[in-house]
C-alpha cells in the first residue's frame, strides 16, 4: 500500500467496539510485492483481537518452472515459510492455507496436487480454493477465475470437490449471485464435501438502477434460502468492499465508516445469517482487497455493530468458533 493510499485510509479512525473479543480472520491474502506479513500484523494489529488467520490462495508465487499443475504448489511453499515466521511474536498467527488447483481436472491429477500442498505446507493445508466466477458481460469488471460458464454442472469437477471431502479437505469458492442456484446444486452432488462460500454468494446489488435494487435482493435471499438447506454449505461474511459490489466507496474522497457499512448491508448480513445459522457462518476481512474501501478495525467494527443483538455463544460462533471447526484450528 502507497503511502497515499494509507493515508487516504487514516482520514476514519474509530474507537473499537468489544476490543477483547477473540477473532479468527478466515480469509485474507497476501502478495510479496502488495501485502506480506507486516502490513497483515498492521491490520490485524490496529485494535481488534485477532489471534488467528487463514490465508486464501490468491495466485501468488507460483512456480515457474516444472509441471504445469503443480505450480500452484509455490503459493503453498510460500506461504509456509511466511507462516511458520507468523508464530510466537504476540500478533495473529496464520494457522490453515487454502491453496488452488483446477479442479476440472483428472482425478489422479488432482489427487497429486492436494498430496504436493499437504507435503509443502507444515501441516497448514485445509482446502482448495477453485473459483467459480465468470460473468459473461464482465459487467462487474472484476477478473472471473472460472474460465468455464459451466463449472459447478462439470462432471469432472463434481468428482472431485467429492474427492476433497474423502480427503478430509474443504472445497472453497466465490462467484457471482446468478450463479447460487448453480453453485446450490454442486452441494447437493457432494455432500460429503464441506464447502465454503466467499463473500455472500456476492449479492452485487448497488450498482444497478434504484428500481431493480428490490428484485434483486429479493432473489439473493431465495437463493441464500435455498443454499442453505444443503447442510454442507458454510458461507463467509464479507467481500463486500470489492468493487464488483458497486458500494462506491473506493471512488469516494474518504473511505467508508462502519455505520455506513452497516446501513448498507446489514440486510445482507442478516438475512445469511438467518438462513445458515450462526454455526455455519463466519465473518471474513477478505484483505487486502477490501481495504480498497475501508480500514480493517472499521470493517470488524461493523460486524460487530450488525451482530450486536446475538448472544455471547452466536457471537463466539461468528467470530471464531465456526471459522475454527471448518479449518480445524
Known amino acids: 500500500m502507497t503511502p497515499t493510499e494509507q493515508a487516504w485510509l487514516d482520514q476514519v479512525q474509530e474507537d473499537i467496539v468489544d476490543p477483547e473479543r477473540p477473532i479468527v480472520d478466515p480469509h485474507h491474502h497476501m502478495w510479496r ?3 506480506v506479513l507486516e502490513d497483515l500484523w498492521a491490520d490485524t494489529g490496529s485494535g481488534h483481537n485477532v489471534e488467528k488467520t487463514v490465508f486464501v490462495e490468491c495466485r501468488s508465487e507460483y512456480r515457474t518452472e516444472g509441471p504445469e499443475h503443480l505450480r500452484p504448489v509455490g503459493e503453498t511453499e510460500f506461504m509456509a515459510g511466511i507462516a511458520n515466521a507468523s508464530r510466537g511474536h504476540g500478533h495473529a498467527e496464520i494457522s490453515g492455507i487454502v491453496a488452488y488447483t483446477d479442479l476440472a481436472k483428472d482425478l489422479g491429477l488432482v489427487r497429486e496436487v492436494c498430496d504436493a500442498h499437504r507435503e509443502a505446507s507444515d501441516g497448514l493445508f485445509r482446502g482448495i480454493r477453485h473459483g467459480g466466477a465468470f460473468e459473461p458481460g464482465r459487467t462487474s469488471l472484476w477478473g472471473d477465475p472460472a474460465t ?18 474423502e480427503m478430509g479437505l474443504v472445497y472453497e469458492t466465490w462467484h457471482y449471485r446468478h450463479q447460487n442456484p448453480d453453485f446450490a446444486a454442486a452441494a447437493r452432488a457432494a455432500p460429503g464435501t464441506v464447502m465454503v462460500l466467499n463473500h455472500l454468494g456476492s449479492p452485487i446489488g448497488s450498482g444497478h438502477p434504484p428500481d431493480q435494487h428490490e428484485e434483486i435482493l429479493a432473489r439473493w435471499k431465495s437463493d441464500m434460502d435455498e443454499l442453505a438447506a444443503h447442510e454442507n454449505v458454510t458461507i463467509k461474511l464479507g467481500g463486500l ?32 445469517i438467518d438462513c445458515f445459522g450462526p454455526d455455519r457462518c463466519m465473518f471474513e476481512s477478505n484483505f487486502p482487497v477490501d481495504k480498497l474501501s475501508m480500514s480493517y478495525h472499521v470493517y470488524w467494527n461493523a460486524m460487530k455493530k450488525i451482530s450486536s443483538g446475538f448472544s455471547a455463544r452466536e457471537k463466539d460462533m461468528l467470530f471464531a468458533g465456526t471459522a475454527t471447526r471448518v479449518y480445524k484450528l
Open 241 to 272: 468492499g470489492m468493487p464488483t459490489d458497486h458500494f462506491g466507496w473506493h471512488l469516494r474522497e474518504t473511505p467508508a465508516t462502519s455505520d455506513e457499512v452497516v446501513a448498507a448491508q446489514r440486510d445482507y448480513y442478516l438475512h445469511a
Open 33 to 35: 510485492d502488495r501485502y
Open 148 to 165: 468455464q460458464p459451466d463449472l459447478y454442472s462439470r462432471q469432472d469437477f463434481r468428482k472431485s470437490v467429492a474427492l476433497l471431502g
